[in-house]
Antibody
Framework: EVQLVESGGGLVQPGGSLRLSCAAS????????MHWVRQAPGKGLVWVSR????????IYADSVKGRFTISRDNAKNTLYLQMNSLRAEDTAVYYC??????????????WGQGTLVTVSS | QSVLTQPPSASGTPGQRVTISCSGS????????VNWYQQLPGTAPKLLIY???QRPSGVPDRFSGSKSGTSASLAISGLQSEDEADYYC???????????FGGGTKLTVL
C-alpha cells in the first residue's frame, strides 16, 4: 500500500524553527517528485514546495522562499521540510504529497495525513 | 485571494446532479490540465479527478470533470450523503511557476 506519514509538527514560537518529515512506503520513493502543501485552520489548500526525484531542483511559494527548505533522503525514503523564521501565518496543517505524471501533466496522489504546526508565543 | 476561483458553497439533495466551477487564466487552466481533490471532514485531501477528466481507480463514475478554455467544472451525479465534503481544483501556473489551488467549495447534501 502506498503510504505517506508526516511527523515533526508542534508548537513553536515566532522566529523559531521546525523540521517536518514525511516517511514514504509502498512505492519507489526515489522515482518520484514530492510536494508540501499546507492548510491554515479553516482555510483552503496552499502549495508550498516541490523537489525533484533526485533532489536536484526545488521550487517554493513566494510566501516561504528564503525561510523554508525542502530536501529528501532517498536512502531513508523520507522527505523533509526545514522551516526557519516561522511566523504566525505559517500556522497550518502541512501535508506531503507524491507527484504523479503521465509525462506532460502532473497531479498529487496520495497525500499524507498531515502534521499540525502552530506558531504562537 | 486564490488564483483559481471557485464558489464557496454548493448544495443539492440526494440523487441530484451538482456542478462546481473553477475559473482561472491563460497561464494556468488555459494551458495546463486541472486536477480535483476531495477533502472529507477532518481528513486529508484525496485525488478525485486528474488531467481534466480522468478518474483514479476506485472513484465512482458519478464524478466527472471537464475543461473549456480557462475554466473547469466538476460534476457529481446521483448525489449521496457521503459526498458532503470540500472540493478543490488545482493547476500548474507557468507564469508564476507555482501550483495554484481554488479556494475550495463546501458541498452540502440537504
Amino acid at each position: 500500500e502506498v503510504q505517506l506519514v508526516e511527523s515533526g509538527g508542534g508548537l513553536v514560537q515566532p522566529g523559531g524553527s521546525l523540521r517536518l518529515s514525511c516517511a514514504a512506503s509502498g512505492f519507489t520513493f526515489s522515482g518520484f517528485w514530492m510536494h508540501w502543501v499546507r492548510q491554515a485552520p479553516g482555510k483552503g489548500l496552499v502549495w508550498v514546495s516541490r523537489i525533484y526525484s533526485d533532489g536536484s531542483h526545488t521550487i517554493y511559494a513566494d510566501s516561504v522562499k528564503g525561510r523554508f527548505t525542502i530536501s529528501r533522503d532517498n536512502a531513508k525514503n523520507t522527505l523533509y521540510l526545514q522551516m526557519n523564521s516561522l511566523r504566525a501565518e505559517d500556522t497550518a496543517v502541512y501535508y506531503c504529497a507524491r507527484d504523479c505524471s503521465n509525462g506532460d501533466y502532473h497531479w498529487f496522489d496520495p497525500w499524507g495525513q498531515g502534521t499540525l504546526v502552530t506558531v504562537s508565543s | 485571494q486564490s488564483v483559481l476561483t471557485q464558489p464557496p458553497s454548493a448544495s443539492g439533495t440526494p440523487g441530484q446532479r451538482v456542478t462546481i466551477s473553477c475559473s482561472g487564466s491563460s497561464s494556468n487552466i488555459g494551458s495546463n490540465t486541472v486536477n480535483w481533490y476531495q477533502q472529507l471532514p477532518g481528513t486529508a485531501p484525496k485525488l478525485l479527478i486528474y488531467s481534466n477528466n480522468q478518474r483514479p481507480s476506485g472513484v465512482p463514475d458519478r464524478f466527472s470533470g471537464s475543461k473549456s478554455g480557462t475554466s473547469a467544472s466538476l460534476a457529481i451525479s446521483g448525489l449521496q450523503s457521503e459526498d458532503e465534503a470540500d472540493y478543490y481544483c488545482a493547476a500548474w501556473d507557468h507564469s508564476l511557476s507555482v501550483w495554484v489551488f481554488g479556494g475550495g467549495t463546501k458541498l452540502t447534501v440537504l
